[in-house]
């Protein structure tokens, strides 16, 4: 299993442009989300998709989209990208086994800088 | 989901046992204390994760309060590789819940 991978590791974009970060898992989790993480921050949640069709707003939405068509895949999208929109952005996936374990499994990260 | 405080940072030395507090006085019966920790640039990773009872696993013990209000993760020997931000979080697992990250704690390891 290649486990959450995620593409690109790092951006430069210029304010006003659009972009859409990929994420994907191959374990066949139900669950996925997006968070960002600011420099000496914890993680913020952006958007969370609790099966394929399914999304549901975060912490922290504004300026993000998502969809779900696949369970495999979880793009997000920065419609109009802002310089507050640098950061680091990870993807999770996790499985949920009635009331017993839950764990997420975290992608390596986007860098994202906007200039 | 409960709050959690935890100390913003902690040294340990090499080899010795580092423990590692979390406050969460206002848990509620049904909600799970769970441990992750995020080494520098990496996404999050995993530990472990309690209700009442104490756990362990091949990388940690998890010490749960008899009145839940708060918890310690023990790293018995840890290595320079535990070097990480540790964060606890306090939630329920349902399918929409989402984990919340706060602050966490940063351990620092030394030879």
């Known amino acids: 299993n290649a486990g959450v991978t995620q593409t690109p590791k790092f951006q430069v974009l210029k304010t006003g442009q659009s972009m859409t970060l990929q994420c994907a898992q191959d374990?066949?989790?139900?669950?996925m989300s997006w968070y960002r993480q600011d420099p000496g921050m914890g993680l913020r949640l952006i958007h969370y998709s609790v099966g394929a069709g399914i999304t549901d707003q975060g912490e922290v939405p504004n300026g993000y989209n998502v969809s779900r068509s696949t369970t495999e895949d979880f793009p997000l999208r920065l419609l109009s990208a802002a310089p507050s929109q640098t950061s680091v952005y990870f993807c999770?996936?996790?499985?949920?086994?009635?009331?017993?374990?839950?764990?997420?499994?975290f992608g390596p990260g986007t860098r994202l800088l906007v200039l | 989901d409960a709050k959690t405080t935890q100390p913003t940072s902690m040294d340990c030395a090499e080899g010795r046992a580092a423990n590692l507090p979390c406050n969460h006085s206002t848990i509620s019966g049904n909600e799970y204390v769970y441990w992750y920790r995020q080494i520098h640039s990496q996404g999050p990773q995993y530990i472990i994760h309690?209700?009442?009872n104490n756990e362990t696993n091949e990388m940690a013990s998890l010490i749960i309060t008899e009145d839940r209000k708060s918890s310690t993760l023990i790293l018995p020997h840890a290595t320079l590789r535990d070097t990480a931000v540790y964060y606890c979080?306090?939630?329920?697992?349902?399918?929409?819940?989402?984990?919340?990250f706060g602050g966490g704690t940063r351990l620092m390891v030394k030879p």
């Open positions: 309690g209700l009442k």
């Open positions: 999770a996936s996790s499985y949920f086994l009635a009331g017993v374990r839950e764990t997420q499994y």
């Open positions: 374990m066949n989790h139900e669950y």
């Open positions: 979080i306090v939630r329920v697992p349902n399918a929409g819940n989402m984990l919340t």
